[in-house]
């Protein structure tokens, strides 16, 4: 059983073994074009290890949590995650581990690159670039041997499962292939399309500085020429703002500053751009399609790194949100470019928008003022909304980013155990928390300072600061689902059973975290030390966003709602405002029908359940009655020891966290704010259980399982 192949012993019959991109790079090497010498680990040793070690039976559980349809983004990322974890964490078998080293071992170039090379992939019929994983300046033998894993893992990465339908992707028949290939360090490397998707006539050009995976990743912005595809001639240049060169490192790869004289030349000179340009066409005759190539100058040597046919037919439909869910995937050096423009520009010029809402005064408005302001609180809050989907939540990938590079190091047994790092004392809702549980204790000091509260006109010395700080801080995000008027009877309410149960503090305190963020760099030295911390503080920061985004796009939401209700309390009918106006106040203030955007349980609601099937989010055990929560509104009646069942928890229903016993939500994932919340405060936790507002009924005994997933009712 052949479990390595050379390029040169690659035949037809291998294609399924090999791969797409094993199979084009053989046909190439084959005839004459250069490419880096490369070995090939069939799919023959995928299909062994997940066979061995019971692999297929976990990953076919993984995948059965939930119907795939109903699938959001963020349970994509956590499978993924998980599964990910179980490759890395499993041990070849002894045998397969033992061909393996005896193949590679000896003719193992110093420095690789690990590719993938899936059957089915960059074929005529489906092109899918980007999907699986690959991986530069790899070296060592073991070090080899654990990214070969990692590549397989790719098979059942977000992305893959995304396009899961068109990869035919089941775990019973799906498998994959490995490319370790000695790493070419260009001088200059880019990509050729053979054909312009947007032209026929013309073929593309793109070239960076240094190595090709800043082009692909998005790292390093290149330089871009359009060709005429019949004769290589010049129609267009375009030069990109040159900043920065992707190098080897020790290992993997560093950002660079460019030499001044790179800073202003063209990465290609006019000889190398007709170079690629016949390396195009050559591509094309020999798979008798225009391709897709990407390729390096080495030495003034070009060479292929890899062909894949150019095609569309599977992307771009109407419709189709795949593409915005796959430009989430962002580099490490694009997340820290978002993260400045986020934290510099975006939430500050949103916060200062809301403060000028706030300011101004509603009541002075004339009704056609007051009606024209609607109107434009309405239109700061789409665009605003729009921001938050195009910039906030591509940030919060440096959580997970970061996630997979702590898995990397440490193999954790739980693979969220870098959440601990992150640290959770710095979001705007655990600061919320922490001030209501400050009142709950002045409170349990005094419990006549409760009527203060529930007035409204605080005085007592104690709790004025807090109080003040409260409002000062909170008060617009302290609204139900249909106002933004501050209930201080609601609030009272809270606070009294806050008061009359024991304190529920933060799970881990800044020491501990600091402590275990001193173990996971201990591991590391000199600048890879460094390149860590990088990475940990970049994680830190997206956590806070995922959590606060929704806090500060919530003072926007809250002053629309605010001049809509001043509208309403002068008695004026909502449906003189335009259409748009009265959809967005019905999108911010109707709750969610149970099981809205779910599909296949239509009727289960009149059933009883009693077990179902979630994701585990936040571990541990509860049980206590359910709480069923439509509104937030409905949360001001929550008692200690309830179990929040709700369709998703939002960083405005969080101040229940400090009474909650467990949490079930129907929304799924690590990175929501339910479960970020939960684990927090150490609360049991289960996410993405279809039609949990229904099949729970308020009262219902709960069993909250955060180990297994798992909610049993009754």
Same mark, same amino acid.
């Given at each position: 059983m052949s479990y390595v192949l050379s390029l040169e012993d690659i035949r037809p019959r291998h294609r399924r073994l090999v791969g797409g991109k094993g199979f084009s790079l053989a046909v190439m090497a084959q005839n004459g074009l250069n490419v880096p010498t490369t070995l090939a680990v069939t799919t023959r040793a995928y299909e062994r290890f997940v066979a061995a070690t019971g692999l297929k039976g976990r990953i076919q559980l993984e995948l059965r949590r939930k119907d795939f349809k109903d699938l959001r983004w963020e349970e994509m990322w956590d499978a993924s995650l998980r599964l990910r974890h179980l490759f890395l964490n499993t041990p070849l078998p002894a045998d397969l581990g033992a061909v393996l080293k005896d193949a590679l071992g000896p003719l193992l170039p110093e420095r690789c690159v690990? !590719?993938?090379s899936a059957p089915g992939e960059d074929s005529p019929q489906a092109s899918f670039a980007g999907l699986h994983a690959s991986f530069v300046n790899v070296v060592g033998l073991d070090a080899v041997l654990e990214h070969i894993k990692l590549v397989w893992a790719s098979l059942w990465s977000d992305a893959a499962l995304l396009y899961r339908r068109e990869l035919g992707l089941e775990v019973r028949k799906s498998a994959m292939a490995v490319l370790i290939q000695e790493? %070419? /360090?260009?001088?200059?490397?880019?990509?050729?399309?053979?054909?312009?998707?947007?032209?026929?006539?013309?073929?593309?050009?793109?070239?960076?500085?240094?190595?090709?995976q800043g082009l692909v990743d998005g790292t390093v912005e290149p330089d871009r020429w359009l060709l005429d595809r019949e004769t290589g001639r010049i129609l267009e240049y375009r030069a990109a703002p040159k900043r920065e060169i992707l190098l080897p490192g020790e290992e993997g790869v560093r950002l660079a500053g460019l030499s001044p004289e790179q800073l202003h030349t063209p990465p290609l000179t006019a000889a190398e %751009? $007709?170079?690629? #340009? =016949?390396?195009?066409?050559?591509?094309? +005759? $020999?798979?008798? /399609?225009?391709?897709?190539?990407?390729?390096?100058?080495?030495?003034? !040597?070009?060479? %292929?790194l890899q062909s894949r046919p150019i095609t569309t037919a599977a992307r771009g439909r109407e419709g189709d949100q795949r593409p915005w869910y796959l430009s989430l995937r962002r580099s490490f050096g694009n997340l820290k470019a978002?993260? !400045?423009?986020? *934290?510099?520009?975006? $939430?500050?010029?949103?916060?200062? *928008?809301?403060? @000028?809402?706030?300011?101004?005064?509603? &009541? /002075? $408005?004339?009704?056609a003022g007051l009606q024209e302001e609607i109107v434009l609180r309405s239109t700061s809050y789409r665009r605003w909304h729009k921001v938050y989907w195009d910039d906030f939540i591509p940030l919060? =990938?440096?959580?997970?980013?970061?996630?997979? %590079?702590?898995?990397?190091?440490?193999?954790?047994?739980?693979p969220y155990e870098f959440l601990n790092l992150l640290g959770a004392a710095g979001l705007l809702s655990v600061r919320r928390n922490r001030l209501l549980l400050d009142m709950a204790a002045r409170v349990r000091e005094r419990p006549e300072v409760l009527e203060e509260i529930r007035t409204g006109r605080v005085t007592d010395p104690g709790l004025q600061p807090v109080w003040q700080a409260f409002l000062r801080e909170f008060g617009d995000l302290a609204c139900g689902t249909s106002t933004c008027t501050l209930d201080p009877e609601a609030l009272a309410n809270?606070?009294?059973?806050? +008061?009359?149960?024991?304190? @529920?503090?933060? @799970?881990?305190?800044? &020491?501990?975290?600091?402590?275990?963020?001193?173990?996971?760099?201990? !591991? #590391?030295?000199?600048?890879? @030390?460094?390149?860590? +911390?990088?990475?940990?503080?970049?994680?830190? /920061?997206?956590?806070?966003?995922r959590d606060d985004d929704n806090l500060h796009l919530g003072k926007i939401k809250a002053q629309f709602l605010k001049a809509v209700e001043e509208y309403q309390r002068r008695g004026r009918d909502l449906r003189a405002l335009p259409p748009e106006v009265q959809a967005l106040w019905r999108e911010l203030t109707e709750p969610p029908r149970p099981g809205q955007g779910e599909t296949g349980w239509q009727g289960f609601s009149r059933f009883r359940a009693r077990q179902l099937v979630g994701q585990p989010a936040s571990p541990g055990l509860a049980r206590g009655p359910?709480?069923?929560?439509?509104?937030?509104?409905?949360?001001?009646?929550f008692r200690a020891g309830d179990v929040l069942v709700c369709d998703a928890v939002d960083p405005g229903m969080t101040f229940v966290a400090p009474l909650a016993g467990g949490i079930v939500e129907r929304r799924g994932g690590m990175l929501i704010h339910g479960s970020i919340i939960a684990r927090e405060y150490g609360i049991p936790c289960v996410t993405g259980v279809p039609? +949990?507002?229904?099949?729970?009924?308020?009262?219902?005994?709960? &069993?909250?399982?955060?180990?297994?997933?798992?909610?049993?009712?009754g």
């Open positions: 690990v !590719r993938s790493m %070419v /360090a260009g001088d200059k490397s880019g990509v050729v399309f053979g054909e312009n998707p947007q032209d026929p006539g013309q073929m593309v050009i793109e070239a960076v500085y240094g190595l090709n %751009v $007709l170079q690629v #340009f =016949h390396l195009a066409r050559r591509g094309e +005759a $020999l798979f008798g /399609a225009p391709q897709d190539m990407e390729w390096t100058f080495a030495g003034g !040597r070009l060479v %292929v978002l993260r !400045r423009k986020v *934290e510099e520009e975006l $939430l500050p010029a949103m916060d200062r *928008e809301a403060g @000028r809402l706030a300011a101004l005064d509603l &009541t /002075a $408005l004339s009704d919060a =990938h440096g959580i997970r980013l970061f996630g997979m %590079v702590y898995n990397d190091a440490v193999k954790p047994e739980d809270l606070i009294r059973e806050m +008061a009359a149960t024991p304190s @529920r503090g933060e @799970r881990l305190t800044e &020491t501990e975290v600091e402590s275990l963020t001193e173990r996971f760099l201990s !591991r #590391f030295g000199g600048p890879k @030390r460094a390149e860590m +911390a990088e990475y940990l503080d970049l994680g830190r /920061a997206s956590f806070r966003l359910a709480r069923v929560v439509r509104e937030a509104s409905e949360l001001f009646h039609q +949990a507002t229904s099949l729970i009924h308020p009262g219902d005994p709960v &069993t909250v399982d955060g180990y297994l997933g798992i909610v049993i009712i």
